[in-house]
């Protein structure tokens, strides 16, 4: 621990930052096994998720904006980002499944302004949940044989 602090102590003068949370950030970072294993994911959702809501934060209108708020970001679809995120696949699969979606969500988003396309629309949003549930089954099979 005094190996981290001495740095640590220059850091906050310097800067002005409590030296509690640098410290705890330090310790935390030093006892986890493989921090940068999380790191990929952490400023993902800082740049996605984090900045989205920050931005949210000027559209308070009602007493429950924050409860509904949380409700939604921490809901369903965190829970299946997070269960999915456990395993990974090879990286040249997820580059050609990352390819693969985003032509169909962008074949989605044309589909859903035309109403003649509306049987494109239903096919691709049944691909979409059909690539989702694979995601799902494969991440449960994988972490089931480990």
Known sequence: MAVVAQPIASITARSGIPSNSITVAAVCLASCNRPLRILKDTIIWGLLTGFALLF????????????DTALRTIGLSAFVEFFINIESFHLVLELILQLVLILVFGMLAVASNDEDQRHLKRLLEGFVTLVGAILIVTTAWKLGQS
């Not at 949210?56 to 409860?67: I, M």
Request: aromatic share 16%.
């Open 56 to 67: 949210k934060a000027t559209d308070v209108k009602s007493v429950g904006f924050f409860r």
